[in-house]
């Protein structure tokens, strides 16, 4: 047992409150420049994955061979690639399928690791010993490769690679939630609630499952974007949609024999992977910076 | 001579996210070659920046202004980050809080000590380890070679905070700054490390020590400075300090020290009414004979190790039973084993008559709302999602209809002294005070025969101890509720205790009306925790009121 | 003796750990579609005499239970198999192309390390605040970045525009500084995050002020106190940096068309050539093992608190 009087004493000024019975002022809520624009490029992307001609109303594979590998420009915002397709229109078309694959493949890996996370987390020893030690042996396999098993065994495509992903991250998910389990089953306020007289049921209804689970939405928009940088690596080595589906990975690697003279046929493609998960990462960041605020 | 120190007109300010804050606003006083000058404060006072201004370590984002701010004969006002190195460590020392933090745990406590030595260059590399003893030595830490090559972790919390003592005065500063230097350590090493402070000052060095505590300060301290809300409300020698104290906020202070003289009356006066004690409303008939708590021969083993060894006590109706000891005597251990969260290995509980160790948890619940718990810390205790308002009606009795709950609730709070705009507050909103004053309420709101109050007011300021030890003798006179007070003060479990339990390594070595035991203590272990308690100096409290 | 123990304790999770990931990689074959003499044939001849030589060559027609031990005693003795399709030793076959892909994983890994470390202290603390949001925006960028995309822009600013660097091939060091750069940037920009986040916590400990109050300089106190500190996070993420390494081999041996295992493994899942794909995941499950474990270790020798239960 120790014994602290007065706030611990860091070199931290922030801490620093001149009346203590006066708790410090929380900040409101605003925004900045960098959370609103990763918010406004995800709402555009879900438009786009929802109904893609609403923002490119174009045929995302109409060849044009009048306008083969013409540069960005006023008729074409995003150049036109070798077999004069429009870029815009299919990365504006590619947003669905990296959409569906992350969001599919999250859903998977999040609804998994809870369930295992809260059977190891809640129940007895042995149990708890022998589901970890197989989720450290599945977290062993390397996430690509993993999934490259995956593919080997149920051929190429979607379902694959939702699959693949969803599996492949699902440990790291389930370790999260195993350790929040024990962390909110051993605190202060569970076992306080035991000296109300509450029965166990109860207990884990109403103090251990919201606190673990309140923070999995957080966790499962950064891991969106895990998945969509996953999605986008895997349809490069053409494991995902097979051309001419216009999914960025894929654009990325038919563009690539053409990056000496038309550098935006896979450049382009490659950074609306990269905006998606920056935006998914500030916007995750960011919640989880509000949500541990909100705990402590 | 002139002073070792002079501070004129010093003002601290702090840029945070929310705006300037001062923490500091004009305070002036000076520290003499070999003089020992304690600042005493609560916490916000502006007693810790003080001391760290002087080393040039405020902090990131503190504006510095004042007069005069000179150490050894240099003004340091305009100091650069390099000459700010040359006063660290040569000119003034610094030791901080609990070193199992202040020294570095991963490095041993040899290279903490010798970094001193080889930032300033005192010594050369060959006799650095020699002179790295000597100062460990000089701390009166036993076997110096060899713990020179530990790690803080392997040290008890006394000798670490020797090692920290060391590391300070490596570089043989005139001045020694010591924040809270005592503050996580059990009493009787807080005696041995004052000592060995004052043995520093003996030796020529300046003290400058900062404390919440001013029976602390007042065994080693020539002069004292009360400071509140970043000003010094009083500056004085110790003794005319505590004989005549001026200002009300000293005043205020020195009576809220729990202790024997104490009981029986409130410690927290509003208005703070000048040295006189209002007395507490007077309780119902304590019947010890009448058991609430039975427990016999409790034994506790992690491992090897036993933690509590054949712990026999009871607590009688409308009783308070104190439990003092150190820290790994056993005694929280013995709390959760009341409380019915740890099974003994051996012994048995009794709860109004009724088994209440070595049954099944399903037999135990019905009776669970007699018997209620308040911890240290009250936060870690409140679920994180849950407003003052769902604390409270959480301990409600299940019977209570649903549009009955809050009204009860707002009765509650207003009970422990709390309005019932807080209702929907957040506990972390709340101040410490606050928070504990919500926990009490959670507690009490079962009617429960015993509450088990595990160190409950260790976490707060002195005054906001008064008020909490205040309220918990006032709920105690109306409900005639039992007591398990457990705390390390004995100041504390003197005041408030009718009888009292003192437990060392595990064991109980001895117990009996707090007056007997307090005065005239059986056991070795007892009469030297009485020892090393520091008091205030009798003439200086306040006059009693006579009932 | 203590530290003993904790050091054999750790060994024995990272062997737990690898049987049940070898049991897990053996179970994947079954789960494989096809029938396994199906896939040894490939488009070779097939007549009954020809399968029924197969099964018995294989030992296909043994009790489930007997094979699965067999794989395992194999394993054990460093026997991968053969290829369906090579009809080769799949260690052969992995022998002959780990090497290029190794000294690209270990230039990768070091070369992410030493950034990171340098932009960890360089922008640790608040002395430069534009400096520090200046790289943990680059850092956001990098780690959220598909590395082929950092490939094809290196590709296409360093070697096509201004020729530095060869296009692709294995020929020399020259060859290899585009792809490790490649790996090396995302590994750096999250290492670098973990790193600082590290330092800063570790700035706020008490500790920090003593040593500050000793008149020790800022950078004494940031490699003498905090960096080991901070260490402890990132040797945590060892495992995890080694399963990226290998991951993104694959995909940089790809766009720069370097040989290693990323060309053999792709085209064994192409071709389902199951014995070599197994191989492979689990080669890097078991580096993954041994990275680990050192890992931990290492955090043994770190770390002088944890050497105790």
């Given at each position: 047992m120790t014994v602290t009087l007065?706030?611990?004493?860091?070199?931290?000024?922030?801490?620093?409150?001149?009346?203590?019975t006066e708790p410090a002022v929380r900040r409101r809520f605003r925004p900045g420049p960098g959370l609103l624009a990763a918010g406004a490029y995800l709402v555009l992307l879900v438009v786009a994955a929802a109904s893609p001609a609403a923002l490119a109303p174009a045929d995302p594979l109409a060849a044009d061979p009048l306008a083969v590998l013409s540069p960005p420009g006023a008729g074409h915002w995003f150049g036109t690639d070798h077999l004069g397709r429009d870029v815009l229109t299919r990365v504006v078309h590619g947003a669905g399928h990296s959409l569906t694959i992350g969001v599919a493949a999250t859903a998977i890996a999040v609804t998994g690791g809870v369930l295992l996370g809260l059977l190891a987390g809640l129940t007895h020893r042995v149990a708890d010993e022998a589901l970890s030690r197989t989720l450290d042996a599945l977290s062993a396999f390397p996430m690509l490769l993993l999934a490259l098993l995956f593919i080997a065994i149920a051929g190429p495509g979607t379902a694959s690679l939702i699959g693949a992903i969803g599996i492949a991250t699902l440990p790291h998910h389930a370790r999260v939630v195993r350790g929040q389990t024990l962390l909110v089953r051993r605190s202060g306020f569970v076992e306080q609630a035991v000296t109300f007289g509450q029965s166990r049921p109860r207990l884990v209804l109403r103090h251990v499952l919201p606190n673990v689970v309140g923070p999995v939405p957080v966790l499962a928009v950064i891991g969106l974007g895990e998945a969509v940088l996953a999605a986008a690596g895997l349809s490069f080595l053409g494991?995902?949609?097979?051309?001419?589906?216009?999914e960025w990975g894929a654009m990325l690697s038919e563009g690539r024999n053409y990056l000496q003279v038309a550098w935006w046929i896979s450049i382009l493609p490659g950074l609306a992977v990269t905006a998606t998960v920056v935006s998914l990462t500030v916007v995750g960041r960011h919640w989880q910076a509000r949500f541990d605020g909100r705990r402590r | 001579m002139a002073p070792l120190v002079t501070v004129e007109d010093l003002h601290v300010d702090f840029d945070t996210p929310t705006g300037r804050v001062a923490a500091v606003r004009g305070i002036s006083f000076t520290v003499d070659r070999g003089e020992c000058v304690a600042v005493v404060g609560e916490s916000g006072s502006g007693k810790s920046v003080t001391a760290r201004t002087l080393v040039g370590l405020a902090g990131p984002g503190a504006r510095i202004r004042a007069a005069r701010l000179d150490l050894a004969g240099e003004d340091?006002?305009?100091?650069?980050a390099r000459d700010w190195r040359r006063v660290r460590g040569r000119l003034a020392g610094l030791v901080l809080q609990d070193a199992l933090v202040s020294l570095d745990p991963l490095r041993t406590v040899g290279a903490e000590v010798g970094e001193v030595l080889t930032t300033h260059g005192i010594v050369g590399r060959r006799e650095r380890a020699g002179r790295v003893a000597h100062l460990l030595d000089l701390v009166h830490l036993p076997e110096p070679e060899r713990r020179a090559r530990q790690y803080p972790h392997q040290l008890s919390g006394g000798l670490r905070q020797r090692a920290l003592i060391a590391s300070a005065i490596a570089g043989e500063p005139a001045l020694l700054i010591a924040d809270e230097p005592t503050t996580a350590l059990d009493v009787t090493v807080q005696a041995q490390i004052l000592r060995l402070l004052a043995e520093r000052r003996a030796a020529g060095v300046s003290l400058l020590l900062i404390s919440h505590d001013l029976a602390v300060v007042a065994q080693v301290a020539d002069r004292v400075l009360v400071m509140r809300d970043g000003r010094v409300v009083e500056n004085g020698p110790t003794d005319r300090l505590l004989r005549a104290p001026e200002h009300p906020y000293t005043r205020q202070l020195l009576a809220a020290v729990p202790s024997a003289s104490s009981r029986g009356r409130r410690l927290a006066a509003t208005p703070p009414v000048a040295g006189a004690r209002v007395a507490l409303p007077a309780r119902v008939e304590v019947r010890p004979a009448d058991r609430v708590l039975d427990a016999r021969g409790l034994t506790k083993r992690y491992g090897e190790h036993t933690v509590v060894r054949d712990v026999t006590f009871s607590v009688g109706r409308g009783e308070t039973l104190g439990l003092v000891g150190e820290s790994g005597s056993g005694k929280s251990t013995v709390a959760r084993i009341v409380a019915g969260l740890l099974d003994p290995e051996a012994g048995t509980v009794s709860f109004e008559g009724t088994p209440w160790s070595a049954v099944r948890e399903r037999t135990r619940r019905p009776m669970r709302r007699r018997l209620q718990l308040i911890s240290q810390d009250p936060l870690s205790s409140f679920d994180p999602r849950y407003t003052v308002g769902q604390v409270i009606g959480e301990n409600l009795d299940p019977d209570v209809d649903r549009r009955d709950r809050r009204p009860h609730v707002v009765d509650l709070l207003r009970r422990v002294g709390l309005g019932p705009d807080l209702l929907d507050r957040h506990p972390r909103q709340l101040s410490g005070g606050q928070r504990q004053r919500v926990a009490i309420a959670r507690a009490i709101a079962p009617r429960p025969s015993l509450i088990i109050c595990d160190e409950p007011v260790s976490a707060l300021d002195v005054s906001v101890q008064a008020q909490v030890l205040d309220l918990l003798a006032e709920l105690r006179a109306a409900d005639g509720t039992a007591l398990l007070f457990i705390s390390h003060d004995l100041g504390v479990v003197h005041h408030l205790s009718d009888r009292v339990l003192v437990m060392h390594d595990g064991t109980v070595v001895e117990q009996g009306p707090v007056g007997d035991v307090f005065t005239h203590p059986r056991h070795d272990y007892t009469r030297s925790l009485l020892d090393a308690l520091p008091t205030l100096v009798?003439?200086?409290?306040p006059q009693e009121e006579r009932p | 003796m203590r530290a003993l123990r904790a050091v054999a304790r750790r060994i024995g999770a990272g062997l737990l750990v690898l049987w049940v990931a070898a049991t897990a990689a053996y179970l994947a074959l079954l789960a494989a579609p096809g029938d396994t003499v199906d896939n040894i044939i490939g488009d070779g001849a097939d007549t009954p005499d020809i399968r029924a030589e197969i099964i018995a060559q294989w030992g296909l027609d043994r009790p489930a239970v007997v094979q699965y031990v067999d794989y395992l005693v194999r394993l054990v003795n460093g026997d991968l198999g053969r290829s369906y399709l090579l009809q080769r030793p799949v260690s052969d076959v992995i022998g002959e192309q780990l090497l290029p892909t190794l000294a690209l994983a270990v230039a990768a890994a070091g070369l992410g390390v030493l950034l990171a470390l340098v932009i960890a202290v360089a922008t640790?603390?608040?002395?430069?605040p534009w400096l520090r949001r200046l790289s943990s925006g680059t850092e956001l960028l990098l780690v959220s970045t598909p590395s082929f995309l950092i490939g094809l822009l290196l590709l296409s600013v360093l070697s096509f525009r201004f020729r530095f660097f060869p296009v692709s091939g294995d020929q020399g060091a020259g060859a290899l500084v585009l792809p490790a750069v490649t790996l090396a940037l995302p590994i750096a920009g999250l290492l670098a995050q973990v790193l600082r986040d590290g330092l800063d916590r570790a700035i706020d400990q008490p500790f920090v002020l003593t040593a500050r109050s000793r008149g020790v300089r800022e950078r004494g106190v940031l490699l003498r106190h905090a960096l080991r500190h901070a260490l402890l996070p990132a040797v945590s993420l060892a495992g995890w940096v080694f399963g990226i390494v290998i991951g993104g081999t694959v995909i940089v041996e790809q766009v720069f068309g370097r040989p290693g295992l990323g060309q053999v493994i792709l085209s064994a899942v192409a071709n389902q050539d199951m014995p070599v794909v197994l191989a492979v995941v689990t080669l890097s499950a078991a580096g993954y093992v041994v990275v680990n474990t050192a890992a931990d270790l290492a955090y043994l020798l770190v770390d002088p608190r944890l050497r105790r239960s």
């Open positions: 007065g706030p611990p004493l860091t070199d931290a000024p922030a801490r620093i409150r001149v009346d203590p494991m995902g949609p097979q051309p001419p589906s216009p | 340091v006002r305009t100091h650069r009798a003439a200086g409290r | 640790a603390g608040n002395r430069r």
